[in-house]
């Protein structure tokens, strides 16, 4: 029987329970915090965004003490090939985080402690060019030995069905008919975030949401086909180049804010790229057409119109489930930062008890250092979060007010970086005040 992935209840131990020195690369200010409570074992030390190939190397790569055994973890395929070069020349350990499959209480992605996370030590579960520890599981592991969790796997599907629980989450709205009353066959094409690591990693050939939509109608004349965009789209925290008033004269356009269980309700066959929000769709034994490689294609239980020879298998949507959501994930309790596992965190879900942001109180007035003498810059605040409204989203505007600094330096635009290099010339380091208390607000309420 393969070894899952350091269980939940190991809560990201190191061997032999010695503290790990880990160098964390790409992870937003608001993370390290959570970093911090969700893996105590670990000494973090972050690294900043976007440093040149030089800097890098001689101001982080050179000084690293290889005889303390450091390991790195980075957020999603960021890493960059001079680290994973130096890491393979060193042995160093690699651990790809990401959002677990079970992620907020909230309908987007906001920055919230996540219930859960994913530490693969090869790639991203997403990323199809290669095997993952999630594919691994899948290939190898013995679930017929091991009756113990294929019963919790039976349970925790049943229970998230009957719950309507998903990745993220929000009250169940009573609606009597989704899409209204029905005629004839429906589709339904779940839309992505456009440039999803998801979609770029995870399709061999590329793939849009345009061409998911007209392959959709293309393949189904005579059905009703029905466009969903990405949650964080509807709730207008991402954009999309999807031409949906073009998109409306071949199809229906979902702009209704339900939750994802409820989309699911009279459709007879769903169409996705590599959205997780497919592998749902199979939990509710609906036929699933995918026209990239996500983790869940190539075992037998999908229409797949991309292929990878790794994937030989035939699996049971059971066993999927137990790989997926009960062996590959970690879970925590936001307000505690103590691991816990799947049934207790779908139970927290179902009887909330105020889970929190994770952001800490806005920096307090400094006479000096980055924030000018006299801490003239603090003044900047309530402008810059203005301009940043107007140009980014309100959630940006409030990740600004708490994290001035750190918001500029994170963004993956050089214009971005550019204007916080001006009206934030002195940099103190990738963590500063990281040891600052934060506050814990219900989700849903912003900071002030």
């Not at 949906?244 to 066959?269: G, Y």
């Not at 934030?424 to 600052?436: F, I, W």
Request: aromatic content about 10%; hydrophobic content about 40%.
């Amino acid at each position: 029987m393969m070894p899952a992935n350091d269980p939940q209840g190991q809560k990201g131990a190191a061997p032999e329970n010695r503290p790990v020195l880990t160098y964390a690369f790409h992870m937003q200010a608001w993370k390290r915090e959570v970093l911090r409570r969700y893996f105590p074992m670990r000494t973090f030390v972050f690294v900043p965004f976007f440093l040149s190939e030089t800097r890098l190397r001689t101001e982080w790569l050179d000084r690293i003490d290889l005889a303390a055994l450091p390991e790195f973890f980075v957020w999603s395929l960021n890493l960059p090939e001079t680290v994973r070069a130096f890491a393979d020349r060193n042995a160093i350990p690699v651990h790809v985080v990401e959002d677990g499959f079970i992620r907020s209480a909230v309908p987007h992605a906001g920055r919230t402690p996540p219930l859960s996370l994913i530490v693969d030590r090869q790639t991203a579960y997403f990323d199809s060019r290669t095997a993952s520890d999630l594919e691994d599981i899948l290939q190898h592991y013995d679930f017929d030995a091991d009756p113990l969790l294929m019963d919790r796997a039976r349970n925790g599907m049943a229970l998230l069905l009957s719950t309507g629980i998903s990745k993220y989450n929000a009250p169940l709205r009573e609606i009597a008919l989704p899409y209204g009353p029905k005629r004839k066959r429906r589709v339904l094409a779940l839309g992505q975030v456009d440039g999803d690591a998801s979609i770029r990693f995870g399709c061999p050939r590329p793939v849009t949401n345009e061409d998911m939509v007209r392959q959709a109608v293309a393949e189904n004349p005579d059905a009703e086909v029905i466009y969903k965009p990405h949650p964080d789209v509807l709730n207008g925290v991402r954009s999309s180049s999807a031409d949906l008033s073009e998109l409306s004269r071949i199809c229906t356009i979902l702009t209704d804010r339900i939750p994802l269980a409820r989309a699911f309700e009279t459709i007879d066959h769903v169409y996705a790229i590599t959205s997780l929000a497919g592998f749902e769709a199979l939990l509710r034994r609906l036929p699933v057409t995918v026209l990239g490689l996500p983790f869940y294609a190539g075992w037998g239980l999908t229409e797949d119109r991309q292929t990878t020879p790794r994937r030989q298998r035939r699996l049971t949507i059971e066993q999927m489930f137990a790989a997926t959501y009960l062996l590959y994930p970690r879970y925590f309790a936001p307000q505690t930062g103590e691991a816990t596992t799947f049934e207790a965190v779908i139970g927290d879900l179902r009887h909330p008890v105020a889970p929190a942001f994770a952001y800490r109180n806005p920096p307090s007035w400094q006479a000096s250092g980055a924030y000018g003498l006299l801490g003239w810059r603090h003044a900047l605040a309530p402008v810059v979060a203005a301009a940043v409204r107007r140009v980014a989203t309100a959630e940006d505007a409030d990740y600004y007010r708490h994290y001035p600094i750190d918001f500029f330096r994170e963004r993956p635009e050089r214009a971005f970086r550019a204007i916080g290099r001006l009206l934030y010339p002195l940099d103190e380091g990738p963590d500063r005040q990281s040891d600052a208390p934060f506050r814990l607000l219900p989700e849903g309420q912003s900071p002030r």
